[in-house]
């Protein structure tokens, strides 16, 4: 098994016709994601190499039976498609797109969280079960399937934390970028919820960074809710208090949100924090061979 998308994903991308949209919907494609359709406004009728282009989500869902969809469009356009999707039917939307303002991600949260429709990102790299899906720009070929889920908030930390534990020879079950903006339409607890009732995944790894507190509320989550080893990475020990690291809700303010802070609030529910990508893989393997 795997979570959110699997080989019964059928894709609809939004965006389809633009350059970067194109490139991930064929790679998603050619990975053996079902890429059913794509949506561009003013573009119904044409297709991409094959996949068919609606100009509204609605066209695409009632053609196609598209269940999934994915966001490539520019940011001023992108919380109207999420809400667009949303409003088809969508069940999944996973927004790829960087600089959503902030007060349309908290207007896309609000009536999101009303639906039954599940947001990722925006902001975020999307999600892949390895040997049945890739929806986003996550590098597949790093990738094979395991017992290992990861979610985290930085694409990069991603790749490399997958890396590292794909060297120590562990696969995945399923691999989810929530995203590093201010609104997340999808918190750890949402991804981690979801590993805990996966059969598949015997091994949880929480990648985090400075900002915010969704650490430290995962923390106590993992500790009341979740019976799966856990362990974690949080980046930017060494980042200077008032500075924004990278995404935009990477900033400290004074103690709140620290590294360390985060990394306490976790060591105190028994989840290992690993102060390297390296030795987030050393802990696992520590883990498999000796789980007390």
Do not use: W
């Not at 094979?144 to 991603?158: A, D, F, P, Q, Y």
């Not at 949080?234 to 990477?250: Q, S, V």
């Amino acid at each position: 098994m795997a979570i959110l998308v699997d080989r019964d994903t059928k894709l609809c991308v939004s965006g389809v016709t633009g350059r970067e949209g194109s490139f991930h919907s064929l790679n998603n494609r050619d990975y053996g994601t079902q890429v059913v359709s794509g949506v561009t406004p003013g573009k119904g009728g044409q297709d991409v190499e094959g996949i068919p282009v609606f100009d509204t989500f609605h066209d695409a869902v009632t053609e196609t039976g598209a269940n999934t969809a994915m966001v490539f469009v520019p940011p001023r356009f992108a919380a109207d498609s999420i809400l667009e999707a949303e409003d088809a039917g969508i069940d999944l939307i996973i927004a790829i797109t960087e600089g959503i303002p902030a007060h349309d991600e908290l207007r896309v949260y609000n009536h999101i969280r009303r639906g039954s429709s599940r947001l990722i990102g925006p902001n975020c790299p999307g999600i892949l079960s390895p040997g049945k899906a890739n929806v986003g720009i996550i590098p597949a070929a790093f990738f094979s399937e395991g017992n290992v889920g990861l979610v985290s908030r930085s694409g990069t930390l991603t790749y490399q934390i997958g890396n590292e534990l794909a060297g120590r020879g562990f696969g995945n079950s399923s691999i989810v970028g929530i995203g590093g903006d201010p609104v997340p339409g999808s918190s750890f607890i949402d991804v981690i919820e979801l590993f805990e009732t996966d059969p598949e995944t015997e091994l949880i790894v929480l990648s985090g960074e400075i900002g915010g507190d969704a650490e430290e509320q995962a923390a106590e989550y993992i500790g009341e809710h979740v019976t799966k080893p856990v362990v974690a990475y949080i980046a930017g020990f060494t980042a200077p208090p008032g500075k924004t690291m990278g995404h935009a809700g990477a900033i400290v303010s004074g103690s709140k949100g620290t590294a360390a802070a985060k990394a306490e609030a976790l060591e105190a529910r028994g989840v290992r924090v690993g102060r390297t990508p390296t030795e987030v893989a050393e802990i696992a393997v520590a883990l498999v061979t000796d789980p007390t």
